[in-house]
T-cell receptor, first 114, second 113 residues
Framework: LAKTTQPISMDSYEGQEVNITCSHN???????ITWYQQFPSQGPRFIIQ???TKVTNEVASLFIPADRKSSTLSLPRVSLSDTAVYYC???????????????FGSGTRLQVQP | KAGVTQTPRYLIKTRGQQVTLSCSPI?????VSWYQQTPGQGLQFLFE???????NKGNFPGRFSGRQFSNSRSEMNVSTLELGDSALYLC????????????FGPGTRLLVL
């Protein structure tokens, strides 16, 4: 199965821009990349999804290079409430069955300081 | 529109028992996926159901099973509970296309003693 790799943790200050990168070397041609945010004892919350180049919504931007082997989640001007774990999700094909399995990254724990 | 709901929210069981968890997807969603989350292993995919059929399966033993009903509600069952099954079990629903956004419920926290 394709593996995703993210930094374990990151620290930032309020008002700064935060960039979190996820590596996914074995991403399949048809796979999208999705990022989620999770607070303690809650289910993950969708942030953004993209296939290539750049996607922007009201909370974040997602940058995907041409080879799609990585993606970067960009959070502009973070606040204390952005302290959470951020996961990237890439669908991948199981070679033995040909069926799609979903792989979450290890997650990046973002700590925003005042 | 109501979100994904999961019941119960908290559960305590003893080793050897079995447990059934329930998930009600967002109205109109036909796909329900289940995940296990533990501090050591992170978020791991269990299985996905679509139109009452299991469409995808992760690497979990046969003690973990599920089903989906005609109204898209899903149940997950774990038999012969082990201490290591203590985890947050998350359910996510979507329309059913393989790449669209999944929406997660609040989870069921299972403690096995």
């Amino acid at each position: 199965l394709a593996k995703t790799t993210q930094p374990i943790s990151m620290d930032s200050y309020e008002g700064q821009e935060v960039n979190i990168t996820c590596s996914h070397n074995n991403i399949a041609t048809n796979d999208y990349i999705t990022w989620y945010q999770q607070f303690p004892s809650q289910g993950p919350r969708f942030i953004i999804q993209g296939y290539k180049t750049k996607v922007t919504n009201e909370v974040a931007s997602l940058f995907i290079p041409a080879d799609r082997k990585s993606s970067t989640l960009s959070l502009p001007r973070v606040s204390l409430s952005d302290t959470a774990v951020y996961y990237c999700l890439v669908g991948d094909i199981r070679m033995d069955t040909g069926r799609r399995a979903l792989t979450f990254g290890s997650g990046t724990r973002l700590q925003v300081q005042p | 529109k109501a979100g994904v709901t999961q019941t119960p929210r908290y559960l305590i069981k003893t080793r050897g028992q079995q447990v059934t968890l329930s998930c009600s997807p967002i109205s109109g969603h036909r796909s329900v996926s289940w995940y296990q989350q533990t501090p050591g292993q992170g978020l791991q995919f269990l299985f996905e159901y679509f139109s009452e059929t299991q469409r995808n399966k992760g690497n979990f033993p046969g003690r973990f099973s599920g089903r989906q009903f005609s109204n898209s509600r899903s149940e997950m069952n774990v038999s012969t509970l082990e201490l290591g099954d203590s985890a947050l079990y998350l359910c996510a629903s979507s329309f059913g296309d393989s790449q669209e956004t999944q929406y997660f419920g609040p989870g069921t926290r299972l403690l096995v003693l």
